[in-house]
DNA sequence: AAAATAGTGTCTATGAGACACTATAGT
DNA sequence: ACTATAGTGTCTCATAGACACTATTTT
């Protein structure tokens, strides 16, 4: 067992608890540095993508990692999160979800750090630009376990070519995956990675993509549809070469 | 947004890692404290019961808190988890799971304290003594929600006397049921609130106490004789005053 | 024998999977 | 008219709930 500090700092019992907080000493303690990743999920071109940032500076030089960050004294993790997000991917308003703590002592060769994971999820038409390319550097998920085995992952770029992860951001990334997985059934997250408006072709896409299976139609369209969360909007598909498939929208309810 | 420090010490970036990590200044930055607390979980008398300490300093003094302590700074989260059960419940060998973590700048009035909280669970055998009496001091545990809905719950010494919970702690406890209600459908947590060898009806009544609700005898017992997890041990109760029910124990397989 | 719970057999309702069929857009 | 997918109706199978019934122990 390692040798650690005593928790409690020296004790004067008979203070008012007034009396203690103002002579408390916050720095009495070594302390771990504690950061934010945020793992931020798309689902398209039957995958899942993330986006992740090139390490400039030592360590991991040339790696790419999770955007992420140090959480300020005075900010809660929540807020953090949200933070790195909106500075990394430019955009606000994500369904974001606390995820995972991972400290393991020698995962940064720098120093302890502590990290708090996230992830958060989006319409993969939010990241995308006029152009049809991606707004930002997103990298394609590859999960080499079924079902919610767990484990880490790779990932490569647009053209298949694998990328090289800093630190432990392929186990972060695996967690985010198993976890998606695992609330996919029973909760209404999947509705976090489509537009507005959908049809039911794509919602059972986006479950198909994260599950990294393909699922019965008849079944699917079933369940959905007396499940409460879809309402119809009346409207329909355009342009489409077949006949055009009804738009729902979710409906919390 | 608050206000916080940069994100990346002013860099060198033409050194190489070695040169960089050595250089490296661990203690540039504020950081927070970082603890663990553990809601060890017991199923008994028809209740959750959870290891509480009475707060014997301020802030909260009287108050009852889950046994925590800080991480110390060459350890795993896991294994202060470990460490602070041990000391705090006398044993060792508990299943040991991360829940949750805890990080409202408020939560603590000191200083910016964020908490790794886990979760723990044992039969409640393990914890009674020949004078069957508890060995050492739980709190019953009263959930004033249904289902998975979460939130903060409330505790009670074994004579129903409410008990006043020190920081987020009704919150963290709360979560913890809220964890354990929604992984009792799929996993194998519940044969960890029971001993080695348990009936079905030791089985059902656990399950029965997590969920807060009754279930049907027929197709639980069908259920948990088809999911392959029970081995039966060829042995019955004994001195029960009916007809004695088959011992089982838990398979993994 | 009475009491109390263990354990079995069977019927029914529900939901998933399978499959055949009809509907409707673009080309 | 052809093609591709949307959407409907129906059959079957697996599982949960309900309930009746038998089995086995202690008192």
């Given at each position: 067992m390692p040798d650690i500090k005593p928790e409690t700092p020296p004790e004067t019992p008979n203070t008012t608890e007034k009396d203690f907080l103002e002579s408390y000493d916050a720095t009495a303690f070594d302390r771990p540095s504690v950061t934010v990743d945020v793992v931020l999920l798309i689902a398209a071109k039957d995958a899942l993508w993330t986006l992740l940032v090139e390490r400039q500076e030592h360590p991991c030089l040339g790696c790419w990692a999770l955007p992420g960050g140090f959480v300020g004294l005075e900010e809660s993790l929540d807020s953090a999160a949200t933070r790195v997000l909106a500075k990394k991917a430019g955009l606000e308003g994500f369904f974001l979800e606390q995820l995972y703590t991972f400290g393991r002592p020698d995962r940064d060769p720098?120093?302890?750090?502590?990290?708090?994971?996230?992830?958060?999820?989006?319409?993969?038409?939010?990241?995308?630009?006029?152009?049809?390319?991606?707004?930002?550097?997103?990298?394609?998920?590859?999960?080499?376990?079924?079902?919610?085995?767990?484990?880490?992952?790779?990932?490569?770029?647009?053209?298949?070519?694998?990328?090289?992860?800093?630190?432990?951001?392929?186990?972060?990334?695996?967690?985010?995956?198993?976890?998606?997985?695992?609330?996919?059934?029973?909760?209404?997250?999947?509705?976090?990675?489509?537009?507005?408006?959908?049809?039911?072709?794509?919602?059972?896409?986006?479950?198909?993509?994260?599950?990294?299976?393909?699922?019965?139609?008849?079944?699917?369209?079933?369940?959905?549809?007396?499940?409460?969360?879809?309402?119809?909007?009346?409207?329909?598909?355009?342009?489409?070469?077949?006949?055009?498939?009804?738009?729902?929208?979710?409906?919390?309810?």
């Open positions: 720098r120093t302890r750090v502590i990290t708090v994971a996230y992830y958060a999820l989006t319409a993969s038409e939010r990241l995308i630009g006029q152009n049809r390319e991606w707004k930002i550097e997103l990298a394609r998920i590859v999960v080499p376990w079924d079902g919610e085995a767990g484990g880490a992952v790779t990932v490569t770029d647009a053209d298949g070519e694998p990328l090289e992860l800093a630190f432990d951001h392929a186990e972060i990334l695996g967690t985010a995956v198993q976890r998606l997985r695992g609330k996919l059934d029973y909760s209404q997250i999947a509705f976090q990675l489509l537009p507005e408006k959908f049809t039911l072709r794509q919602l059972q896409a986006v479950h198909e993509t994260v599950l990294g299976r393909t699922l019965n139609k008849d079944s699917f369209r079933r369940r959905q549809l007396a499940s409460g969360h879809l309402e119809a909007t009346g409207e329909r598909e355009r342009q489409v070469g077949y006949r055009p498939a009804a738009l729902y929208r979710f409906a919390k309810a």
